[in-house]
């Protein structure tokens, strides 16, 4: 039997309508190669997680390395070297005064319990998070996602949480046009708490670059404004860098584009390990304390040779320049892309940071009624021609273009010359 059979008769039906998938038998770097024998460029990197691109040498030698030594024995019931090592390494890099973490296994496991852990440290209960926002498929996580795409047939939802504008610029919810706006939805934040809450807000989750909303990267001043007002109110911000984090948008943390601000709780997973499934949250003194031994455990969490994995996937990021190579080769595509966007009129926004870019497809440029179906028909011819890229936002109409960091300026031509072939193919050239 093959393995698309065996997916549909054993697997259940959790791929997107009308997608045909790849069957991937090999990776390396930005290639993946199908069953077929036939070759493609990632530029989706498994949806953000390939940071180093697909099987680095290095890294596949240190969780070999490790395998051989001890695969599991619970890192909180026992203390293992490389937990330790790697819990060290994470303080050394991220923003400001963080200090420890938790392991988990994923982005949703680690949102879950920072969320926990900020309701814990603040001895509050409600949450404020954002309209597009993504944070995980768990009840306590699709609680604070503001998709309803990804909420349909999964509630009844936890109570006790607001939702604020996005900062969707394209769309502004406020009706609003930047700068002029002087970042309403910032601003609004205030409002929210006020009217919509109890006063008891605990923390603000927010994506510093809202990933499956559609790329938003939110005005430079945005979180700034947002994390004065929280903490005013006695909340916490809780940044989730699940999707952005590991120098996906030219910073190690996508954060770090907002000078100054510093979050009480950072979440991650993806691209931290690239590849093993790892997740964490992290947090300043003394909030971090407010977590007491039993409180909170993962069997798997922290796992050894995921653990590993990270230790090399940072070594490698930094060693071999790959937030630098991210920005560099994030500019080049933003340059490229708002070319095409100026000859075609199908293109209705280009935005992003670093290697974090969305092209936003409209029918019109007017009335921006969303492409969604030239979307999906841009994301199948661009796999013929060998180029894999995402779909996301809440119309399903935005094109994603997220490689591995390692990608080339040749790759990154061949990614906007496939682009362009495509849509001229499709006819959407005025």
Known sequence: MDTREQYNQFLMPVAAKGVEPVVVVSGRGRTLTGADGKSYLDCFAGISVANAGHNHPRIVAAAREQMEKLVHCCSYVYHVPVVGELAERLAAITP????????????????EGALRLAKQ???????????????????????????????????????????????????????M??????????????????????????????????????ILP?????????AEIFHKAGALFIADE?????????????????????PDIMTMAKGIASG??????TAREPVCDAMQPGDHLSTFGGNPIACAAALANIAVIQEERLVENAANRGEELLARFRSLHEKYPLIGDVRGRGLMIGLELVRDRVTKEPATDSA?????????????IGVGGPNGNVLRFQPPLSITAEECDQAVTALEQVVLSLKFKV
Do not use: W
């Open 96 to 111: 400001g005064n963080l200090k420890k973490s938790f392991f988990a296994n994923s982005g949703a496991e680690a949102n």
């Open 376 to 388: 999906k028909a841009i994301r199948e011819e661009m796999r013929e021609r060998g180029v894999l």
């Open 121 to 175: 440290a603040t001895g509050r209960s409600e949450i404020v998070a954002l309209g597009h926002s993504f944070h995980g498929r768990t009840v306590g996580t699709l609680s604070v996602t503001g998709n309803s795409k990804r909420k349909r047939n999964a509630g009844p939802y936890l109570s006790g949480v607001a939702f604020a504008p996005a900062p969707y610029c394209y769309r502004c919810p406020l009706g």
């Open 177 to 214: 046009k930047y700068p002029s706006c002087g970042v309403a939805c910032a601003a609004a934040l205030k409002e929210v708490i006020q009217e919509q809450t109890s006063g008891d807000v605990a923390a603000f989750i927010a994506e510093p670059v809202l990933g499956e909303g559609g």
């Open 242 to 262: 699940v999707q952005s984090g590991f120098g996906r948008t030219g910073r190690m943390f996508a954060i770090e584009h907002s000078d100054g601000v510093v």
């Open 218 to 226: 939110p005005p430079p001043e945005y979180f700034s404004i947002a």
């Open 276 to 281: 093993f499934p790892l997740g964490a949250f």
